[in-house]
């Protein structure tokens, strides 16, 4: 089974603060996709990360997907309350199925 | 406007009560999922469909059915809900798999009593 597991769980820091969430597996992934979940809403794709070592920057995010594609982070520079959500990683099974990580909750605090 | 639509948004029904939620995308996308989001376990997919007539097994696919007759339509079918398919159900359709952004609906929170 593919499984990912993100960490940490929950995240509540003040506004400015830095934070990485990660996500990790033991199987290779042909790709990773990091989702963003607002209460009450489904979730919405923040980026896909395709190669190996691969670092790709969104304003004040940065998704990095390791050289074995077993693994990715996500780094939020001076976060933000806005920033406050669940985060999601997901990747594609050996079958096409999706597979996600549990989630981090992040709370940023003004 | 591109969208996912689910429908009942919220729904409270009692066991063994038959059930179907629905749900449709208007983006001409091949590729469909159903899934369940429970606190601490994340999403887990329950269906998934690469294409018209193609369904396959996710992850929990124990309680439901689905079917994909037409390209849009892809609704999740509880024959004989129980306690335990309390939830929160998404729907998610996209081109494909891997690097295709998934469009995900608003949600169904079923309660089965």
């Known amino acids: 089974t593919q499984l990912l597991e993100q960490s940490p769980q929950f995240l509540s820091i003040q506004e400015g603060e830095n934070l990485t969430v990660y996500c990790n597996s033991s199987s290779v992934f042909s790709s990773l996709q990091w989702y963003r979940q607002e209460p009450g809403e489904g979730p919405v794709l923040l980026v896909t990360?395709?190669?190996?070592?691969e670092v790709k920057k969104l304003k004040r995010l940065t998704f990095q997907f390791g050289d074995a594609r077993k693994d990715s982070s996500l780094h939020i520079t001076a976060a933000q309350p806005g920033d406050t959500g669940l985060y999601l990683c997901?990747?594609?099974?050996?079958?096409?199925?999706?597979?996600f990580g549990a989630g981090t909750r992040l709370t940023v605090k003004p | 406007e591109a969208q996912v639509t689910q429908n009942p948004r919220y729904l409270i029904t009692v066991t063994g009560k038959k059930l179907t939620v629905t749900c449709s995308q208007n983006m001409n996308h091949e590729y469909m999922s159903w899934y369940r989001q429970d606190p601490g376990l994340g999403l887990r997919q329950i269906y998934y469909s690469m294409n018209v007539e193609v369904t396959d097994k996710g992850d929990v696919p124990e309680g439901y059915k689905v079917s994909r007759k037409e390209k849009r339509n892809f609704p999740l079918i509880l024959e004989s809900p129980s306690p335990n398919q309390t939830s929160l159900y998404f729907c998610?359709?996209?081109f494909g798999t891997g690097r295709y952004e998934q469009y995900f609906g608003p949600g169904t929170r079923l309660t089965v009593t």
């Open positions: 990360v395709v190669t190996g070592g």
């Open positions: 998610a359709s996209s």
């Open positions: 997901a990747g594609v099974g050996n079958n096409n199925d999706m597979r």
